[in-house]
């Protein structure tokens, strides 16, 4: 999906980390279950952005930690993606909490820009 498409047409996957520190530390579950809620309740976010689990990126001492994967089709959903992919988009955010995860899903699903005071390097 190029940055020519409309910021409300792109898609996204969540990719929440749960392990093996994030989910046994940090329960990082329940956070993909806020996420998926908000998604299922939102109209401006159902069909274009999905969450799911994401077997640890490295940065474990940070979680709970999330990646904001834009996809370029909606086959991608269905793998994990390679660690150049996610380097060349900045879309990494630790210490999750729920809020943070509202924020996300309002502003950087809806507008397709980070968030500059959430977001940091991978
Ligand atoms: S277990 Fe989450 S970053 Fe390593």
């Not at 640890?56 to 993606?81: A, Q």
């Amino acid at each position: 999906m190029s940055q020519s498409t409309p910021p409300k047409s792109r898609l996204y996957q969540l990719r929440v980390c749960d392990g093996p520190s994030c989910g046994v530390t940090h329960e990082s579950e329940a956070l993909v279950e806020i996420a998926q809620a908000r998604i299922d309740a939102d109209p401006a976010l159902q069909g274009r952005v999905g969450v799911c689990s994401y077997t640890c990126f490295g940065r474990c001492e940070d979680g709970p930690n999330l990646f904001v994967h834009e996809l370029s089709t909606d086959d991608e959903r269905y793998e994990d993606p390679d660690d150049d992919v996610l380097e060349e988009q900045r879309g990494f955010y630790p210490s999750l909490d729920a809020q943070k995860i509202g924020r996300i899903l309002d502003e950087h699903c809806k507008t397709g820009e980070p968030i500059t005071d959430l977001v940091d390097d991978y």
